[in-house]
């Protein structure tokens, strides 16, 4: 997607004036755009240096879930990297795949005779020996052209500059000997079967060029080809035209998509969810020293499980120190025209991170098979077990993330498993699932400080750092009602191994918490909750839990339990302040109002209040367990 549709169209009503469009060799190199997180993005005065290529990875993700659960951000190589080599040829998205892009992005479009070409201009006349509309011109016409004719190091169509400048000119039509490896052909516009046919495995962001017609005749011919070619599940596509994009969805449903236009519009401005089966965001930085992506966006597509990949709409940003930068804000992809360079931001960004704590059980390399098992465990006088789901990724020696998942009140383990379908999320998206319980009367846990719970729960982490390659960096705990109360505690005990929480329908920040870091939470509760009350204290129907003291329903026994009275609001505006957060801001999404808070990168705190939501974890509006995950894979512990 050579670029997205915001790259090269008008993004209308955006600060009402904000229209977003593709920057070609732009002049302006001198101004900083500094974002709401305080991390700056400067703009260079000059490009930086190609630095050395890297070897690319040896397995290539086989599907887009794949690719979005690798723990890492990933690098698309935009046009092939076309500040870098010249756009849309082989030759470029050769020399980005070695450099170690994770993903390439393209733009299609159909030539007269109906060939689907790669080709970034509606017309050749920028980057080629030639002149004319694809549209208007065979694929043999097309195909016949310098694709490189215009590429120096300085501008990919410069037309003032020295002969000796043009580095690539002439090799396609036979003027000048090809670079090891490569051909002639590699200089020209190809096909976009010729570009599957080179690079098989190399997961696809193609961007259907145009509207109307045309674009739904390129449309229908690139899902023909997706199909044939054995490549849907790692496209993405995407259009500038919300038609088109859903005539292509009619298509291939299963195929992931990018929103359009007006989608993307709708979300950035008002946070309208994305349509089902969206959830990729292709965003500039900014426009005219208005922020796109800022932190508060950021924050909420994170909680929303849309990622965002940017494609930086200025030259001045193609740079180490603008790439590194954007991840520090929490973009996910970089959309970049020197891959090199892009491969290199996030190794350094990964490094510092810490994404992966190898443990211990990573030594042994011992293999587990994929599924369900129950396991026991002793320790400190409680009994107990819990469910281990393997995703079948897990292969003993590549380090997983882990979600511990805490049932509430009476609740069975198995039930509650069931209910937030976190084996099957760890199954996509490559995390191991944990669901806990101890042999009591009543199944239950005892949330607060030094309990002897938390004990249990040392032990539990320590056993499945021992027996298991996981990420030690990327362990994150959730719960439900009484299981959301312990995932607080274990916040507050054991935040250098807790990564991030998501308590839900019964969130609290117990007294006398003060962790040595912030510790990322994201909340969820209903505001018509009656058993643990969104005002706080205990509901009316909190006299129906399960009696551990006799039998029965708790009835008047409730007051022994203990429950705090502080307001959920209060209880969060608490881990806020905990997690060095400023003020908060609202936005709707469904059912849910969103309170994001200002914080440091590595303390994000958010709530979802779920109006007229009852005791009870949602699965669609808003999609708890989804948004959970994508919280928790935007958190490692070191970030």
Request: hydrophobic content about 40%; proline content about 7%.
């Amino acid at each position: 997607m050579t670029p997205h549709p915001l790259r090269a169209h008008r993004l209308p009503l955006l600060l009402a004036t904000l229209a977003i469009t593709a920057a070609a060799c732009s002049g302006d190199d001198t101004a900083i755009t500094t974002t709401a997180a305080g991390t700056s993005i400067a703009e260079a005065t000059t490009v930086a240096p190609t630095l050395p290529s890297t070897e690319p990875p040896s397995e290539r993700p086989a599907t887009i879930d794949d690719l979005l659960a690798l723990g890492r951000p990933i690098v698309l190589a935009h046009t092939g990297g076309e500040d870098a080599y010249p756009g849309s040829t082989l030759f470029a998205f050769g020399e980005s795949v070695a450099a170690g892009a994770d993903m390439l992005d393209l733009n299609v479009q159909l030539t007269s005779d109906g060939v689907l070409v790669v080709q970034h201009d509606d017309t050749v006349d920028r980057t080629t020996n030639g002149t004319g509309a694809v549209a208007e011109m065979t694929f043999a016409e097309v195909n016949a052209l310098d694709a490189a004719h215009w590429f120096t190091a300085e501008c990919g169509d410069c037309r003032d500059q020295p002969e000796s400048e043009y580095l690539y000119r002439g090799i396609r039509t036979g003027g000048s000997p090809a670079p090891d490896g490569y051909t002639a052909d590699d200089f020209a516009i190809p096909s976009f079967e010729q570009l599957v046919e080179r690079f098989p495995d190399l997961p696809l962001n193609i961007e259907i060029k145009g509207e109307g017609a045309p674009a739904q005749a390129a449309a229908d011919e690139l899902a023909r080809l997706l199909t044939e070619l054995d490549r849907a599940d790692a496209s993405v596509v995407t259009s500038f035209d919300d038609a088109i994009v859903t005539h292509f969805h009619g298509l291939l449903p299963d195929v992931e998509l990018s929103p359009g236009l007006d989608a993307t519009t709708a979300w950035v401005l008002s946070r309208t969810p994305l349509p089902e089966g969206m959830r990729i965001l292709q965003l500039p930085p900014d426009y005219n020293g208005i922020e796109v992506i800022t932190a508060e966006l950021v924050a909420d597509s994170t909680a929303a499980g849309y990622p965002i990949w940017v494609w930086p709409n200025k030259r001045a940003l193609e740079n180490l120190g603008s790439y590194r930068a954007f991840l520090e804000l929490g973009v996910v992809g970089l959309n970049i025209n020197f891959p090199v360079q892009g491969v290199a931001a996030v190794d350094e960004y990964t490094e510092a991170q810490g994404t992966l704590g190898m443990s211990r059980g990573c030594a042994t390399g011992e293999p587990h098979s994929a599924g369900e098992e129950t396991i026991d465990l002793t320790a400190d006088s409680l009994t107990g077990t819990y469910l281990r789901n393997l995703p079948t990724a897990y292969d003993g020696t590549t380090a997983l993330p882990v979600v511990i998942d805490l049932h509430g009140w009476g609740e069975p383990r198995d039930m509650h498993a069931l209910s937030t379908g976190f084996g099957a999320l760890g199954e996509a998206h490559g995390f191991v699932t944990i669901t806990p319980t101890l042999d009591r009367n009543v199944v239950r846990w005892q949330p607060w400080l030094a309990s002897d719970d938390v004990a249990w729960f040392t032990a539990l982490l320590d056993e499945l750092g021992a027996t298991l390659c996981i990420d030690t960096d990327r362990v994150f705990v959730a719960g439900f009602s009484n299981g959301a109360m312990m995932a607080s505690v274990l916040a507050c005990e054991m935040p250098d191994r807790i990564a991030a929480i998501a308590p839900v329908a019964g969130v609290r920040r117990p007294e006398g918490c003060a962790t040595e870091r912030p510790v990322p939470l994201i909340a969820f509760h209903g505001t018509d909750d009656h058993v643990l009350a969104y005002d706080g204290g205990y509901g009316p129907d909190a006299v129906n839990l399960a009696n551990p003291y006799g039998g029965g329903a708790l009835g008047d026994r409730i007051s022994e339990v203990g429950y705090s009275e502080i307001p959920v609001a209060e209880a969060m505006a608490a881990w806020a302040a905990g997690n060095g957060c400023s003020t908060a801001a609202t936005s709707a999404a469904g059912a849910a109002t969103i309170t994001t808070w200002d914080c440091p990168p590595a303390g994000a705190t958010i709530l979802y209040t779920v109006e007229a939501g009852g005791h009870g974890w949602t699965a669609d509006d808003p999609p708890t367990s989804e948004l959970i995950w994508a919280f928790f894979e935007q958190h490692p512990l070191a970030g």
